[in-house]
């Protein structure tokens, strides 16, 4: 039985084929004005990954902040229940999961059961989520994919006081208009967010062991920060680790189907 996921976030779309226990193929582009067309979208992309036809999936799920807007699924789904499944689906024995995505960061804790114990979500403010992270980026005039690796080399800590991101990117270009380095400056700004999420993990009471996902889980200074943070190994996803929902909403879709 083929199945399918779709997981429409605020930045990114993102559509996973399922067969039986095997991924067969997935895509992730990005979200535009109308969900569904980028839904759609991703979703060709990923068909035409696996050689298959649309006829052959037999159930669909979607997921994220657009799912109301997708026509062409079967049903659709809130996003805890779908990264929940999505994790383990790749890492069973994890028992919390920090999930920071473009707009919203949420903290799952797990009972040993694999059901949710408690969870906190911080989707009011940009601070600490990947938007955050883009418009460092742009402010320090980093590629997004650099800005990681460049917090990693910070030597010294500098005072970010505003966690608005309208002012905290103000700050930013002021810090560097006084000549600090770029790399002080983004290890600075890694360190707030860690600080934000270790705050809402200690909150949730983190049991381990703890996984990321979500887009932000692909920035090597957020994650070396956060196990330092938190004294513990970090679990990250072996695939991509913005099609965890999506590969949620896929687990979802064949238990809808048995």
């Known amino acids: 039985m083929i199945v399918v996921g779709c997981d429409v976030g605020t930045m990114t779309t993102k559509a996973v084929i399922v067969k039986k226990n095997s991924i067969l193929a997935y895509d992730v582009v990005r979200t535009n004005a109308k969900p569904e ?9 990923a068909l035409k990954k696996a050689r298959l036809s649309a006829r052959k999936i037999k159930y669909s799920v979607c997921t994220g902040w657009g799912r109301k807007k997708v026509t062409f699924v079967n049903k659709a789904s809130p996003e805890v229940p779908c ?3 999505g994790v383990r689906w790749f890492l ?3 028992r919390s999961i920090i999930d920071v995505g473009a707009q919203t960061s949420n903290i799952v804790v797990l009972n040993e059961q694999g ?68 790399a002080d400056i983004a290890g600075s700004i890694h360190q707030s967010i860690v600080n934000r999420l270790v705050s809402m993990g200690n909150r949730a009471g983190l ?6 996902t979500g887009g932000v889980a692909k920035n090597s200074g957020i994650v070396k920060r956060l196990a330092d943070s938190l004294n513990v190994k970090i ?13 949620g909403a896929a687990v979802i879709a064949m238990e809808n189907r048995k």
């Open 115 to 182: 059901k949710v114990r408690d969870s906190i979500a911080n989707d009011r403010c940009a601070a600490g989520t990947g938007k955050f992270i883009e418009i460092m980026a742009e402010a320090l005039e980093l590629d997004i994919n650099e800005v990681g690796p460049e917090s990693l080399r910070a030597k010294k800590n500098i005072s970010i006081s505003n966690q608005c991101v309208v002012f905290a990117e103000s700050e930013m270009v002021s810090h560097v208009n006084k000549g600090e380095e770029v």
């Open 207 to 212: 049991i381990e062991d703890i996984c990321i």
């Open 83 to 85: 990264f929940v499944r």
């Open 37 to 45: 067309e980028a839904a759609k979208q991703a979703l060709d992309n």
């Open 92 to 94: 069973p024995t994890v």
């Open 235 to 247: 679990l990250q996803i072996p695939e991509d680790s913005q099609i965890v929902s999506a590969l």
